[in-house]
């Protein structure tokens, strides 16, 4: 039987947790944020808020449906509140170790027949199911950034993922007036396999001095349609996230094609991760 879900916990209240909260409140579903600190918590609720507003604004949105959405979002910094939700998608940082340690946290609080899912951008969902106690009822629900905005949701089964978890979250992704795709589970899935190797040669454009950061975006901006260039969208990904990527295509697939450009490893060291911490190919400060 296909689970009903009807609630949402989401953990990890950063731009992720944030975008995928916001599309899950405005298709009628009951959200609950958890993350270490209110502070955190407090800050998610007002970018919610904004983004919100935005769409009101571009009239995208009545204002009644942002209200709407607004009251079905809760946060808080205590983990017990995720007990009464029926799929708990973990959006936390892209570090493998930390997930586990989520799920050890998270797991018991769950009621035995809810659903766990990870938008991880890249592991392995089987290994990951390993570490929760429940591989049945664990799957990938890769969104992409903007949430709010992007059309795609990539959907990925581990070796134990049940059917009726499959369809449960193909029915959600339905409900979200998103498109799911399908990716089996290999290293960073389709749009990641396809879209961090290029933005890694931009980088390695860059790195040769084969063209200018401006250079470059502009060239993939005006030469190939893209909406952002390619080093303006690793910034808005987070470097620190593009390298975690690369770095796993580069041990999962074992070819130096995938091998991450020193000057990203070297911006990462230097704490420069793009458009969150100020600074990155761009300078936001
Ligand atoms: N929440 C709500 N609405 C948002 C938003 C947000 N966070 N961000 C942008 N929007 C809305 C804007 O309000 C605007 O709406 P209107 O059309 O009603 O005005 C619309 O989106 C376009 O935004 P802007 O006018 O501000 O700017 P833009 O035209 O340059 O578009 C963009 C911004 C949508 C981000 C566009 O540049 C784009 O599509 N960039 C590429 C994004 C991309 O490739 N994402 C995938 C990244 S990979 C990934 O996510 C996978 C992973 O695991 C790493």
Same mark, same amino acid.
């Given at each position: 039987?296909?689970?009903?879900?009807?609630?949402?916990?989401?953990?990890?209240?950063?731009?992720?947790?944030?975008?995928?909260?916001?599309?899950?409140?405005?298709?009628?579903?009951?959200?609950?944020?958890?993350?270490?600190?209110? $502070?955190?918590?407090?800050?998610?609720?007002?970018?919610?808020?904004?983004?919100?507003?935005?769409?009101?604004?571009?009239?995208?949105?009545? $204002?009644?449906?942002?209200?709407?959405?607004?009251?079905?979002?809760?946060?808080?910094? $205590?983990? *017990?509140?995720?007990?009464?939700?029926?799929?708990?998608?973990?959006?936390?940082?892209?570090?493998?170790?930390?997930?586990?340690?989520?799920?050890?946290?998270?797991?018991?609080?769950?009621?035995?027949?809810?659903?766990?899912?990870? *938008?991880?951008?890249?592991?392995?969902?089987?290994?990951?199911?390993?570490?929760?106690?429940?591989?049945?009822?664990?799957?990938?629900?890769?969104?992409?950034?903007?949430?709010?905005?992007?059309?795609?949701?990539?959907?990925?089964?581990?070796?134990?993922?049940?059917?009726?978890?499959?369809?449960?979250?193909?029915?959600?992704?339905?409900?979200?007036?998103?498109?799911?795709?399908?990716?089996?589970?290999?290293?960073?899935?389709?749009?990641?396999?396809?879209?961090?190797?290029?933005? *890694?040669?931009?980088?390695?454009?860059?790195?040769?001095?084969?063209?200018?950061?401006?250079?470059?975006?502009?060239?993939?901006?005006?030469?190939?349609?893209?909406?952002?260039?390619?080093?303006?969208?690793?910034d808005?990904?987070?470097l620190?996230?593009?390298?975690?990527?690369?770095?796993?295509?580069?041990?999962?697939?074992?070819?130096?094609?995938?091998?991450?450009?020193?000057?990203?490893?070297?911006y990462?060291?230097?704490?420069w991760l793009g458009r969150?911490?100020?600074r990155g190919f761009y $300078?936001?400060?």
């Open positions: 039987m296909i689970p009903v879900i009807e609630s949402i916990g989401i953990v990890g209240a950063g731009q992720m947790g944030c975008g995928i909260a916001h599309v899950s409140a405005l298709a009628g579903y009951k959200v609950q944020i958890y993350d270490v600190s209110q $502070d955190r918590i407090e800050t998610a609720l007002a970018t919610i808020n904004g983004n919100l507003a935005r769409q009101v604004s571009g009239g995208k949105l009545t $204002d009644e449906s942002r209200t709407a959405a607004l009251s079905l979002i809760s946060g808080s910094a $205590d983990v *017990n509140d995720l007990a009464p939700m029926d799929l708990v998608i973990e959006a936390a940082t892209e570090d493998e170790s930390v997930k586990r340690r989520i799920y050890a946290q998270v797991c018991p609080v769950l009621k035995p027949d809810a659903m766990l899912a990870t *938008n991880t951008s890249s592991l392995s969902i089987t290994r990951l199911a390993s570490a929760t106690d429940r591989p049945e009822r664990f799957m990938g629900i890769h969104f992409m950034n903007p949430v709010p905005v992007m059309k795609l949701v990539e959907l990925v089964r581990g070796i134990a993922t049940g059917e009726p978890t499959f369809s449960a979250a193909k029915q959600y992704v339905a409900k979200l007036d998103k498109t799911a795709t399908v990716a089996e589970d290999f290293p960073a899935f389709i749009v990641n396999r396809i879209l961090l190797p290029m933005i *890694n040669e931009a980088i390695y454009t860059l790195y040769e001095g084969v063209g200018s950061v401006e250079a470059i975006d502009t060239a993939m901006k005006l030469g190939a349609n893209h909406p952002m260039g390619p080093l303006q969208l690793a808005f990904i987070g620190d996230t593009c390298l975690s990527i690369m770095q796993v295509l580069y041990d999962g697939l074992a070819d130096s094609k995938y091998r991450p450009c020193p000057l990203l490893v070297k990462v060291e230097a704490g969150k911490s100020g $300078d936001y400060r």
